[in-house]
């Protein structure tokens, strides 16, 4: 069974950092492309990254460039994703899900509260 | 970017009752579409890819159509379970785009 398990989110001030997880199960990770969407509250969804299969290519939605990088380890089945620079519109649920095109399973997406 | 603008943005329906939403894309995307169904408190499931190709274990009540700029998504005969959220989300350019969600109620 395909899993997908978020963990890292949490309260974080305005200009804090903070590092999301992803640990993906019932699948060979290092076959698929990776992808975070987010979700601010009430809101509807956001493409916000993803990753090729060894990592070498690397694409980002303008509003979180030059401040989030997605990252995965293929030996720990885990993607990331580095959050530096946070501001209040970064609040948002995240989810990692499989694939590049047709995201095809989803984790249950973890919260990140940007305030002070 | 590509803007996609989906309509209506909420319709309440009866059970049984035939539902369109329609999905339209700010440049031809060839059929480059996904419909995401999304329950309150849950991740969205991939229903529709490639604008008309049905997700695996999707009931066929369940359908897509169009290319272009111009698609439509429809439940042929509306189930209490179908109560969600239903985005539209292309994958011609990047960013890969959503639409802002049509919410769909029991009437």
């Known amino acids: 069974e395909v899993q997908l398990v978020e963990s890292g989110g949490g309260l974080v001030q305005p200009g804090g950092s903070l590092r999301l997880s992803c640990a993906a199960s019932g699948f060979i990770f290092s076959t698929y492309w990776m992808t975070w969407v987010r979700q601010a509250p009430g809101k509807g969804l956001e493409w916000v990254a993803n990753?090729?299969?060894?990592?070498?290519?690397?694409y980002y939605v303008d509003s979180v460039k030059g401040r989030f990088t997605i990252s995965r380890d293929n030996a720990k089945n885990s993607l990331y994703l580095l959050m530096n620079s946070l501001r209040a519109e970064d609040t948002a649920v995240y989810y990692c899900?499989?694939?590049?095109?047709?995201?095809?399973?989803w984790g249950q997406g973890t919260l990140v509260t940007v305030s002070s | 970017d590509i803007q996609m603008t989906q309509s209506p943005s909420s319709l309440s329906a009866s059970v049984g009752d035939r539902v369109t939403i329609t999905c339209q894309a700010s440049?031809?995307?060839?059929?480059?579409l996904n419909w995401y169904q999304q329950k309150p408190g849950k991740a969205p499931k991939l229903l529709i890819y490639d604008a008309s190709n049905l997700e695996t274990g999707v009931p066929s009540r369940f359908s897509g159509s169009g290319s272009g700029t111009d698609f439509t998504f429809t439940i042929s005969s509306l189930q209490p379970e179908d109560i969600a959220t239903y985005y539209c989300?292309?994958?011609?350019?990047?960013?890969?785009?959503f639409g802002q969600g049509t919410k769909l109620e029991i009437k």
């Open positions: 989300q292309q994958y011609d350019n990047l960013p890969y785009s």
């Open positions: 899900a499989r694939g590049r095109l047709n995201t095809d399973y």
């Open positions: 440049q031809d995307i060839n059929n480059y």
């Open positions: 990753i090729k299969q060894d990592g070498s290519e690397k």
